[in-house]
Nanobody, 114 residues
Framework: QVQFVESGGGLVQAGGSLRLSCAASGIIFSPNAMGWFRQAPGKQRELVASIRGGGSTNYADSVKGRFTISRDSAMNTVYLQMNSLEPEDTAVYYC????????WGQGTQVSVSS
């Protein structure tokens, strides 16, 4: 059974940084594309960053240049480095494949104050 555990969220001021981690069991990250999603109150869950098995990355326009997705295959962990955070980044962040293949984890709350 595939399980994701997201961590690293918190409360930061605008302009600050956070690094999120997603640890997985039951799936090997390295050959699979993985993504980070977020869901703000009253909004749909959206894909903000993805990394393919070969290491290429894609980002939503709203986070391009500020967020960086990376992967540690040995640790079976995916990271999201978030810099220059804005209040609009406030959301619960989740990881999954870009196609939302597996059950969602509990997510990690990111709150950015202005």
């Amino acid at each position: 059974q595939v399980q994701f555990v997201e961590s690293g969220g918190g409360l930061v001021q605008a302009g600050g940084s956070l690094r999120l981690s997603c640890a997985a069991s039951g799936i090997i990250f390295s050959p699979n594309a993985m993504g980070w999603f977020r869901q703000a109150p009253g909004k749909q869950r959206e894909l903000v960053a993805s990394i393919r098995g070969g290491g290429s990355t894609n980002y939503a326009d709203s986070v391009k240049g500020r967020f960086t997705i990376s992967r540690d295959s040995a640790m079976n962990t995916v990271y999201l480095q978030m810099n220059s955070l804005e209040p609009e980044d406030t959301a619960v962040y989740y990881c999954n494949t870009p196609w939302r293949t597996y059950p969602w984890g509990q997510g990690t709350q990111v709150s950015v104050s202005s």
